[in-house]
Every structure is written in C-alpha cells, then in structure tokens.
C-alpha cells in the first residue's frame, strides 16, 4: 500500500513519469548543490502543441495517445535525464553528463524526428513539441530561475 501511495503521489499517471511535484523537489536540492558549486547542468523545457486541437478533433483518447508518443520522443531524445511531466502538456528535463554536453545533437535529433513525423496520415502522429534548453549560470541564484529562462526561449520557439 505505501508503495502504491507513492506512485500516485510522485508519478504521473498517464506517462508513467515523474510528476512535477517530484520536477520541483529535485529543483530545490539542486539549488541546495548549486549553493555548493555544482553547477553543471541545464533544464529544458518543453510544451506539447497540438494537444487542445487533437483533443477537440479526435477525442481524448487520440489526444492521451498523441501526449504518450510525445512523451516517449522527449525520453528518448534524453535518455541518460530524468524527465517530468510538469503539468498538463508541459515537460522538464533536467540534463547532465553526456545529455548536457550533447544538448544540441539531442534537440536535432529531437527536431529531426518530429519533421519526418509530419508525413503521417494520422494527425495525432504528427508530434510537435517547442523545446527551450537553459544551462545554469554562475549568476543563477536557484534551479527555479533555470527553469524559468528555459520556459522563456521555449516561449520564443513557440511563436515562431
């Protein structure tokens, strides 16, 4: 029963991922280690386009199928991160070792693999996710402000 009381409380239920409960905890423990000179990470942040449209057009079934497959592409693309789904169709990576050091190859990848998806018949295969990467500064006073600027150029991607 504790165990069962834990996955609800820490893990999203669609996904399977981390929850952003969770995302905001392991946030606070960075700021702790930043406090300490561990500095060597980024946030990204993504948000899932789409989802009100193929909810509204196809049902929340295709609507919880397409975030799925969004959430599938975004672990896959960082793989060695932990991944949360922040809320609603808004995700966090916090990115370290070989997942920040190739942050750029993993966002084409990223980038690459939704445009070859946009050949689908299926609109709720058609994945489109706007992604913002945020590596911490010295001047950075928590992960919190990361993750902030990271949702700030992930805002810039979506408008474009």
């Known amino acids: 029963m504790q165990q069962t009381i834990t996955e609800v409380t820490y893990k999203d239920a669609l996904t399977g991922l981390r929850n952003g409960a969770t995302c905001d905890m392991m946030l606070e423990d960075m700021t702790k280690e930043m406090a300490s000179g561990m500095r060597e990470f980024a946030v990204a ?11 509204d057009k196809y049902g929340r079934e295709k609507g919880d199928e397409y975030l799925k497959n969004c959430s599938a592409l975004i672990c896959y693309t960082f793989k060695h991160s932990p991944i949360f789904r922040y809320g609603g169709d808004e995700f966090v990576a916090i990115l370290k070792g070989a997942d920040l050091e190739d942050r750029d190859k993993r966002l084409d990848y990223m980038c690459r693999e939704m ?11 058609r994945l489109s996710i706007a992604t913002g990467i945020a590596v911490c500064r010295p001047e950075d006073a ?3 402000e990361v993750l902030e600027r990271a949702r700030v150029i992930m805002l810039g991607e979506k408008a474009k």
């Open 45 to 55: 942040v993504m948000d899932v386009d789409k989802t009100h449209i193929i909810n």
């Open 142 to 144: 928590s992960a919190l």
């Open 115 to 125: 445009a070859n998806m946009q050949l689908a018949s299926d609109e709720w295969k």
